[in-house]
């Protein structure tokens, strides 16, 4: 047994000796030599690096309204064109478009109330300017009458008679015109507070079908629900034509009352109104409105017509008058020109009897006592004459200069009153236009809002065509000019709505393939339910194909690369090469390599610092997609025409100081065989040979071999 266990150990041992004598004969390696050749040629110092593809451009993904997220695709999603990408909720943006409808609603009836009160300003004013014109035209009269000069005789008899059937007919013509002028001023004013109700309860409609500030439901308080009318308690209730309320108040009364009502129920905020009480609020507005027209109408032609035939008569006499108030005038003259005739014969008759007398007191006829008495009485009759002749000159004159010259100033004056009369006309109106022209402009803006906001949203342009056909029916026979534009802009809404219902705007479709990014909202992702602006970038494509190079090059190599260096570049994952490649752009400023912050979290450092570098590849390829490595041989030096070796041919210097005593090589496969070489390195790869060795001189170098 014991001679069993000598014999296997002595066998172990044989084993592991002849074991460790072939491992040993196995690692032994065997020598291989290198030849190298030193040639003339250009040589390139090149920095290899690692990069990645990365877009140049992305397309920003914006949101088109004012809205909250509904959906939105995954950040680094790829995506095709025309997919979806982002969908905004629209709510918000229906509701603002509501509120835009009812203020545009709103600044309409302002517009048309403002016409309506320009109209009547006008009307009023212009009353002013006619009667600054009615007194300038008695100043003309008066002033015709006091230069012109009467023609005497009977012309003032015959004027008389001329005059008298149109003053008659004058006179019965005013007195038929006072009944129809009190009728027709009463329907005007009842028409138009009647007109003002009309508006206001076709405002409130629109405002309640267009789902404005009073409320499209069933009333449950206020105003709406209390007895009586739809107005309010005791409202009055419209009768059939000509007739009077139910509760006897005349139409003036109806009107007022109605009036009373629309204003409160559209100012009280506890009021509720519903569809179908604004409708009868707007038809019942609507029958009292025809009612006052067809009554205003009624009153306006005979009143109208009797005032034309007033108008015909008072010019027909009018030119009558002057030549009565001029021959009026010449009345004080003409009679006295008839008491100088009379003076003269008077005068005649005594100087005859002077003369008989003289006769007769010569034949002894006549005492002296009576002749004398008759050459006195023709005396006295010579004396009257004269001064019959003298006030006959005085009134014979025409007007002295002083009268002409204060009847031309009045004349001047009532012309300057009717110049100063139509200037404030003018102003007013212009100022009632500029407050128009506000107005116009206020609504304008209001308009333009309303269709930017509810552009390309089908319900939004539904909302708004319901919105015009609504105010279509409402409107007057007179608005023929808002009637036709409603109708031109229903035809573009028409269209816009065909377009809208294909491609709703608050669906985001990609404008190309690529990949998609989602922007940070306070350091995350945004998400779904956050709020976006107008116009705010929401995400960012990157279509393929447009892609630079991006890497980080160590701070060490930092000196050495230059923005427009050129670059061989090699894709693997394409197998494609690009040898006119260019470096873009080197940062001046180093971050850590693996560094990140945010708003939370700050990482350690891992103490190598890296500046960034971009490289323009300098085509487009559909191929490439973001993160592809990319393997660069940046070039940063560049010799031309010089004697080189590789540098693996070097041994290492010949000493410390290798400027001075070179490098040294093997000149054959003998260890022993060295030579000196002059140079420098140049890169990692090529040693450029200033002395010692030629152009196709040989070196040697051994390298260890492979294990046997």
Sequence with gaps: MKKRWLILFILAIAAGSWFLTSEVSQDAEVETWREFSVTQQSVRDVLREVGELAPQDPVLI???FNGDLKWLVQDGTWVQAGEKVLEFDEELLVERVSELRADVIDKRQELRMAKLQAEQTRIAERQDVESAKQSLKLAEIRHRILTSSPVGGDQLVTLDKEIQPLEKRLNQ?????????AAFRASRKVYQDALNTWQEARASLLEVRMGGNLADSKPTGGMAKAGGGKFGPGSPKIGKKGEKSRSGAPLASTVASTGAAVGQASSSSNAVLTVEAATEVANTTKQILDQTRAAHEKDRLPYEAKLAEIHAVDEEAEELYIQIEIEKRGLPATTLRIDTEIAKLQLTEAERQVESGKRALAAGAMSKLRCDQLIADAEAAAGRLEILEYRLEIASRPATEDEVATSEATLNAARRAVENAEEIFDREMQILVGEQATIEARLQASIGELNRSGKGFPTAI??????????????EPDEKERATEIERELALLEAELVEAKLSPPN???APSSGLVRLRENDDRLTDIGDNWSRGS??????????MDV????????????????????????????????????VSQIGRDRIQTKSRWVTS????ITEFALSVNLGREVEDFRQGMTVLLDIVTDEVEDALVLPAAAILGPASEDENQDGFLVLRSEDPADTSTVRGRYFGDDWFIVESGLDEGAKVYRSYPGAKQ
């Design 604 to 607: 350690q450092l891992s103490g």
């Design 62 to 64: 914006q949101a088109p």
């Design 507 to 509: 669906i985001v479709l």
């Design 173 to 181: 013509l005013q007195a038929e015109l006072e009944p129809l002028d």
């Design 537 to 546: 970038t929401v995400a960012m494509l990157y279509p393929p194909g447009k």
């Design 462 to 475: 539904e909302g708004t065509m319901r919105m015009l056909k609504a105010e279509a029916e409402l409107l």
């Design 550 to 585: 991006k890497l980080g090059i160590n701070e060490a190599n930092f000196q050495r690369v230059k923005p427009g260096m050129p670059c061989q570049v090699r894709i693997p994952a394409l197998d494609m090469e690009i040898e006119n490649a260019s470096v873009a752009h």
